[in-house]
């Protein structure tokens, strides 16, 4: 798989960001608030918004559970 440089203006790569991700971060403003990604001129918000949005697709559903009401 490539790496991609994703964030020019802060050197913030694919990996790092997929890294992040796995470890927990849940949003696009987790991984600026992280790496500091897209909070210079912004133009790879797009990118990792898709970044995001397409982890978040792959992971597991966690399955609902059916309510118990005691009767
Ligand atoms: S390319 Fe990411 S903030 Fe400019």
Redesign the pocket.
């Known amino acids: 798989m490539s790496n991609r440089l994703v964030?020019?203006?802060?050197l913030v790569d694919e990996n790092e960001i997929l890294s992040l991700l796995k470890k927990g971060a849940n949003s696009t403003s987790d991984i600026q608030q992280i790496t500091r990604?897209?909070?210079?001129?912004?133009?790879?918000l797009p990118v990792i918004d898709d970044l995001v949005r397409e982890f978040q697709d792959k992971r597991p559903k966690v399955q609902q559970k059916k309510l118990d009401f005691g009767s």
């Open positions: 964030c020019l203006c802060n990604a897209g909070t210079s001129c912004g133009k790879c």
